[in-house]
């Protein structure tokens, strides 16, 4: 009964260095999405994704890059880190975005610092 | 803008008493409303939603909501607090005809034995 599943669970990296983080879904949802959580600013979304193969931008894209080449998995790059990007990040999924009745599903978050 | 609004960082309440995170919304439209909570180093959990009808939604945990539409709010309520019910608790609104939500910046909620 995994869910929504992110890898890794906490990560420390130098400015400059890159990552990515890995999210995976086993409930077969269409909409995959990544946030950022920050003290005093709630959840951020940084890119979202409607289905395999598509992406999107959210409210704080710059310094990301995401992937979805599988429906399952959803890939949330940072090229060069910086600082800024110290939070943590969530995945969520949902079976459809619009459909109202839908809600997401969240995983248990990374915790990322850049020194 | 679209935005959510939590104007409390903090509530605090004695374990027995009732509690109330409020929440308003600036949207256009029929939003849909949402609750999750957070639980230390956990994921955000789904409580509650508002789509559409009675304007008392009851969810899990024994929390309910009650969406005022000519207020703009959605306060988030239980009748009697638990030490348990301690955690971190968004309120979230997708407006209509989107695929995205939008998030309040989040209440702690601190219940005393």
């Known amino acids: ?115 | 803008a679209q935005s959510v609004a939590q104007p409390e960082d903090q509530v605090n309440v004695a374990e027995g008493n009732p509690l109330t995170v409020k929440c308003t919304y600036s949207v256009s439209g029929n939003p849909y409303l949402f609750w999750y909570v957070q639980y230390p180093n956990r994921g955000l959990q789904f409580l509650l939603k508002y789509i559409t009808g009675d304007n008392l939604v009851k969810g899990s945990y024994g929390f309910e909501a009650e969406f005022n539409k000519s207020q703009t709010s959605f306060h988030l309520k239980k009748p009697s607090a638990l030490v348990s019910d301690s955690a971190l608790y968004f309120c979230a609104v997708r407006p209509y005809n989107t695929d995205k939500l939008i998030f309040g910046t989040g209440t702690r909620l601190q219940v005393f034995p």
Not at chain 1, 55 to 80: H, I, W
Not at chain 1, 86 to 104: E, L, M
């Open chain 1, 1 to 115: 009964n995994a869910g929504v599943t992110q890898t890794p669970k906490f990560r420390v990296l130098k400015t400059g260095q890159s990552m990515t983080l890995l999210c995976a879904q086993d409930m077969n949802h269409e909409y995959m999405y990544w946030y950022r959580q920050d003290p005093g600013m709630g959840l951020r979304l940084i890119h979202y994704s409607v289905g395999e193969g598509t992406t999107a931008k959210g409210e704080v894209p710059d310094g990301y890059n995401v992937s979805r080449l599988k429906k399952q998995n959803f890939l949330l790059g940072l090229e060069s880190a910086a600082p800024s990007q110290t939070s943590v990040y969530f995945c969520a999924s949902s079976p459809s975005g619009r459909d109202p009745k839908n809600i997401q599903y969240f995983g248990a978050g990374t915790r990322l610092s850049v020194l």
